[in-house]
């Protein structure tokens, strides 16, 4: 459960696209061990905030502050290097490598992280693999598994990082109900050892893994609480039923 | 890279090398002497693919750095008398600096703009030797004086007047290349640099440094292309402004191509068979800029994975 500690605080954090405002001020406080959601309609800018927080877009304006270091310039290499881990709203892994390379890249990039202790390559990666359910795949090209076990793939390169803040990016779009149903044992689990900040369409799974919402629309916070305080929030509902 | 694959890669290295060595003890000479020269522009193109094939960029602009390396040993031991060497030392230290300075700008951009920068840069560096004319005697160029026909290194004197020193030392400089490359692509280092080229944005999102990466395996395909240019100064005596010219980066590319980018062997093997037809063309007609021509839209348009990329497409997926 959510600790005192802010592992990551955001202050009028924005980004225009010339005149599109995508994320315009946002003040938003992650709590170490959490799992927060973000919801809003499409194009309110969920996309753009967290590749704000993980740097693969930069910032026009406002601070981001992680583990209590100001990362707002740090290019996106460097926060994965602080544990900050993203998973891509479009599936991005390496097609033509197998699945097993895939997670050991993940692997290798937390090694460079954590220096070069005696570090066991091989068992990482079958830990990675075996969370996700993916171990009797691990030599099939990645490019060639079904698409729900891509997107399986892509956390399995998350985890493998270890990260202390997991983001992922309507991670269940595509899924089939059962696939859903594993999933989110599976952030249950990852939840134990790192903050998730979630964005997701599907209210049934926001409502069932989520400690706080946070919702998002026109590129500015609405509303902030917990699943059942959002669930009642009359100008949530209106944003919704408007959009 | 499984420990099978490195194995099979290892070995088939070695008895091509083992090959190579062995020819010079059959070829007649004429054919040693080319055999010479064509494993020096292995060794360019080798360095050409390190950077095409292994992380993906290409570059219009490699005879840069190979004119680099040639210039950098013809000019110190024609002007300042140094040993060959030294002159060899230098001038592939220089062509790694120059990579450095120019990749430091030019990995700024990409794809086309990528093409068209490094293009211009050579350019830059053909018309400096040209205009530099009291130095590099420009088009004309510079035969090295006799003096510059022997070796003294540990006590030993290699007398580069023979066609089988040339040979072997041609022959070393590859397979030291080689070795290298393969080393470097075998290792943690080596599988960032494919990653760069499988998924750049991944590898980034990975933790890892992308344009770190870029730059190192461009200034390790600099040094080789300059190794290349100051081998073929040094063994041939001869340092000209052809080098520079826009043709030499094309046949680096079509070496590459044609052999297969992102294989080890696929360089070497594109200049075995590209520089024999070109001789036996060229005895034909004097049109053989146009055969280069057709073949690289050939082999771009109907076999852009080259002979041996072609190979392991079909049969052998461990060739690295
Ligand atoms: N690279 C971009 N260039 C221009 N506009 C963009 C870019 N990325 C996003 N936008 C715009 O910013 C807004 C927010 O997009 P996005 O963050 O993807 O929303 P969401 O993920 O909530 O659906 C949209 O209007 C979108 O068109
Ligand atoms: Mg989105």
Redesign the interface.
Known sequence: MASLTPLLVTSGLKRHFGGVKAVDGVDFTLHEGEIRAIIGPNGAGKTTFVSLLSGRTEASGGTIRFAGEDVTRLPAYKRVQRGIAYTFQITNIYQTKSVADNVRMAVQGRMQRVGMPAFDFEAETAAALAAVGLSDRAETIAGELAYGHQRLLEIAMGLALQPKLLILDEPTQGLSDAEIENFLSLVRTIAKRATVLLIEHNMAVVMALADRISVLTRGQLLAEGTPSEIRDNAAVQEAYLGA | MTKSAYRNNLFLTGVVLVLLFFLQFVLPDYHVLMGTRMMVLAVFALGFNALLGYVGLLSLGHAMFFAAGLYGAGLTVYHFGWSLPAAFGFAVLASALLALVIGAVVLRTIRVSFMIVTLMFAQVAYLMVLYFAEWTNGQEGLSLPLSARAVHLFGATLDLSSAITRYNLAFGLLALCLMLLFAYLAS?RG??AT?IR??E??????????FAGKLEMFVLSGAMSGAAGAAYALLFGYIGSTFASFQYSIEALLFTLLGGAGTLLGPLLGVLLMVAMIDKLSELTSAYLLVIGVVLIVVILWFPKGILGTIRERWAPWLL
């Open positions: 943690a599988r960032v990653a499988d998924n944005g991944r590898t980034e999102m990975l933790g890892f440094n992308v």
